[in-house]
């Protein structure tokens, strides 16, 4: 699909786009925050034991741990 530059088009093309976008949104499915950070809780729990950001990562099995000092001299 190309790009569309809004500057160039009329003032009645763009409130056509505008209301197309918004009968999209309107079709949308939604759910309550509630539900869904309830969800998302669960789903962040469950999985973090494998969670390397909250378990942390072995030394032996960590690729980016330092192999050795910097000296100056």
Known sequence: ???????????KDKLKMEVEQL??????????VSKCSEEIKNY??????EDPL???IPEDKNPFKEKGGCIIA
Do not use: F, T, Y
């Open 1 to 11: 699909m190309p790009a569309i530059n809004i500057e160039d088009l009329s003032e």
């Open 23 to 32: 009968r999209k949104e309107a079709k949308l499915q939604r759910q309550p």
């Open 44 to 49: 962040i729990e469950e999985r973090s034991g």
């Open 54 to 56: 909250v378990k942390g």
